[in-house]
């Protein structure tokens, strides 16, 4: 965005007559047909007669003054007739329905829209920011030209803003700069953004802004002496180079944006360096990048300051070369290089797209550059969480941005921190739910990895991938929150219904029954209905989420079973299976389980047999059929075969009480056949206070001893500990734990 004091300002002569705004429409646009505005013009007026504005005007120079504002910004006529109604239906008789009746569906709508947004009461604490601007989103429904007639309306308030009691002003100056500057910034409307701050700076902190006017104004005779003395040189420059056509303009930096400086740097006006800043336009690209070389020639350029928006243009479609040069007398001044159609987009920004020989139609090309308002909507729609919405947005609108290239070489946009799943998810939602990691530069890097500016991303995807909770840390924009939130949800909802539905048939099969044969009728609409559960599924999910007791299902859907007596199948499970629960509720509770499921606390866990988990050992759980979930190492080959969807988070739980009795493992020691061999390795563990549950001994032909032994440990430390002690035992060639691995 352009940090120009707005020299193509908007035009801040006030509208008097009806005349004068058809003069300006037609200056832009010659053929309109006018008579909408007129009818408005009308329909307008008489619906506010009576009305006084606190300036002592009729009512209607408002409405008119803001629809003249929409014409300085070149906007089509629906907009501007909606300029001239905006009011109507919040402030007179007229209702939305009179509007549409006399105006048509598109107005009436924009006019809904506008009256909304001023309905709303704003919060302007910075973290009510994405609160307000939901609401102005939902306001806005999927036209953005609400926003713009907001925008307009606001401007025209603030020009009048010194006929509103003192209180006033500043909350409306904060509400401004907090919420409109930077949605107007957002949509590249550098024009509005500027009037808009330096009359909000006005009025929520006078006494500085009258400070700085003062000071600027004292330097004021030697700032332009400077700034004709740094055009002249320009000029001759470019002149003797033969450029023919080209424009100069030179002036001080906006003030809010000098006092921004000041305050972020905590230093004072003389203090400030770049104040001044240059803009060059010329007819060609190529042009720009010639002027570019010619001013480097005539000044040395600050390292790190040159910035091409021209190759790199930003989101919101702004595009010139920036360069910050040591100018005459050691002043650092900041040039602009841009087009002359650059020059338009930058000052009206998504305004200048309008085609408003199309009645308003914005066309495709324009509304993809204006994605991540489309991104705001969609997050608005899946999230009720204001918090969630808050924290995405923020980020959207306010963090400053880097650009990456495509392996193809186009150039994407994100804000400051973005990660290869950022970056995924913008290309398509199964590129970021598959995402494992990308190549930057061609080397391989993590998902959390953060993009640097001029990065090469090239993302790598793979079929067993799925998103997971932790990646809502390693990811910054709205698209790729929102895209992992809804996955994450959805996929807890299928576990748990799995999951539930499993526990329900082994509580019911206790009984000897199905609980298919009991899951529905007049006994399941009453459980609903106490439960306050609307769908027959949710009792299912219910239940693998721990909230609903599989227990529950059965006194209260199949009383008569508890009647006779239970079938215990309790089956011995052999080796390395151990049974921790049996139900686990209250046990849970009692004893803490060595194992604890994500989101679950009702759980039968068993240990596979392939891979034989300990604790310290990194691992996953699968929800199997009828018994509850098994625990593989998350290396464990065989858990890749199992259906990825029965996946579930498994931690080992550092308070277990369990912990104590341990787990099962198989050492193997290969040594030479030696005597005392066995004596000296049983004293490794015994040093341990490892309790070996079984040996076994073999000789193979080549006179190595193979040793194997079950023994019970806590944990992962304390086995590495004991092979570390078996490989110190003389003779012995190597340990290892075994595993089917
Ligand atoms: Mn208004």
Request: aromatic share 8%; proline share 3%.
């Amino acid at each position: 965005m352009s940090e120009f004091a707005a020299g193509d300002r908007l035009s801040v002569k006030p509208i008097k007559h009806l005349d004068e705004l058809k003069e300006r429409i037609l200056s832009y646009y010659p053929n309109a047909d006018l008579k909408i505005i007129e009818k408005a013009y009308s329909f307008s007026e008489k619906a506010h007669t009576g009305q006084i504005r606190r300036s002592g005007e009729p009512y209607i120079a408002h409405p008119l003054n803001v629809a003249g504002i929409l014409a300085d910004l070149h906007l089509d006529l629906d907009s501007i007739a909606t300029g001239i109604l905006h009011d109507t239906v919040e402030d007179t008789h007229a209702t939305v329905e009179d509007i549409r009746r006399e105006f048509g569906e598109t107005i009436a709508h924009l006019v809904d829209g506008v009256t909304k947004i001023s309905k709303m009461n704003f919060k302007t604490s910075s973290e009510r920011q994405g609160e307000n601007i939901r609401k102005m989103i939902v306001a806005m429904g999927k036209d953005v030209r609400v926003i713009l007639v907001k925008l307009a309306d606001r401007l025209h308030n603030m020009r009048t803003l010194h006929h509103m009691p003192y209180e006033k002003q500043s909350r409306i100056a904060l509400e401004t700069l907090e919420i409109y500057c930077p949605l107007a910034s957002r949509m590249g409307i550098s024009s509005l953004k500027i009037e808009l701050e330096d009359l909000s700076f006005r009025f929520y902190r006078p006494d500085m802004y009258y400070q700085l006017v003062q000071k600027v104004q004292k330097t004021e005779k030697e700032r332009s002496q400077y700034i004709d003395d740094v055009k002249r040189m320009i000029t001759k420059e470019l002149e003797q180079a033969s450029f023919k056509s080209f424009e100069i303009q030179g002036r001080s930096k906006h003030l809010w944006s000098i006092y921004r400086k000041m305050s972020g740097r905590n230093i004072d006006y003389e203090q400030v360096f770049d104040i001044l800043a240059f803009r060059v336009i010329v007819d060609t690209v190529s042009q720009c990048y010639e002027v570019l070389g010619h001013i480097h020639s005539l000044w040395k350029p600050i390292p790190g300051r040159f910035k091409d928006f021209i190759a790199m243009p930003k989101a919101n479609n702004y595009q010139s070369l920036h360069t910050t040069v040591i100018g005459p007398g050691g002043e650092h001044i900041e040039i602009q290089i841009r087009t002359t159609e650059m020059h338009l987009i930058a000052e009206r920004g998504i305004a200048a797209h309008w085609k408003y020989k199309e009645r308003g139609k914005i066309d495709e090309e324009t509304s993809q550059q204006f994605d991540w308002l489309k991104d705001l909507v969609t997050m608005h729609q899946q999230t009720r969480n204001s918090d969630e919405f808050l924290d995405t947005v923020k980020t959207d609108l306010f963090e400053t941005d880097i650009y990456v290239f495509t392996p193809k070489g186009d150039v994407k946009e994100f804000p400051e921190g973005a990660t290869p799943l950022d970056f995924a998810y913008s290309v398509h939602t199964d590129v970021g739910n598959k995402c494992v990691g990308a190549r930057i530069n061609g080397k391989m890097v993590p998902l959390k990895y953060q993009l640097q500016n001029g990065d090469t991303v090239e993302i790598v995807t793979s079929n067993t991938q799925q998103p997971s909770k932790d990646w809502l840390k390693m990811c910054v924009t709205t698209r790729a929150k929102s895209k992992i939130r809804v996955f994450v949800k959805e996929e807890q909802r299928k576990r748990s219904l799995l999951l539930g539905k499993e526990l329900a048939e082994r509580e019911f099969r206790k009984y000897g029954a199905s609980s298919a044969k009991y899951l529905k009728g007049e006994l399941l609409t009453k459980l609903m209905k106490d439960f306050g559960i609307h769908d027959e599924e949710e009792v299912l999910v219910r239940v693998g989420y721990g909230k609903l007791e599989p227990r529950l299902l059965v006194e209260k859907l199949a009383p008569e079973l508890l009647q006779a007596p239970q079938k215990v199948e309790e089956k011995k499970e052999d080796g390395f299976i151990q049974k921790v629960f049996k139900s686990a509720a209250q046990k849970i509770r009692k004893s803490g389980s060595l194992v604890s499921v994500s989101g679950m606390d009702d759980v039968l866990v068993y240990y596979a047999k392939c891979c034989n988990p300990i604790p310290g050992d990194s691992i996953v759980g699968f929800i199997t059929r009828g018994r509850g979930i098994t625990v593989h190492r998350s290396d464990c080959r065989k858990a890749f075969e199992f259906d990825q969807l029965r996946k579930v988070d498994v931690e080992w739980n550092a308070n277990s009480t369990q912990e104590g009795n341990g787990r099962t493992v198989r050492i193997q020691v290969v040594s030479q056949d030696m005597p005392g061999l066995l004596k000296n390795m049983s004293e490794a563990f015994a040093v341990q206070m490892i309790n070996i549950e079984n040996a076994q001994i073999r000789v193979t032909r080549d006179k190595k001893a193979i040793s194997t032994f079950d023994v019970t440990v806590k944990n992962t430390s304390q086995l590495n500990q004991v092979i570390l002690e078996l490989q110190k035992v003389k003779g012995v060639i190597g340990v290892t734990r075994v595993g089917p691995q």
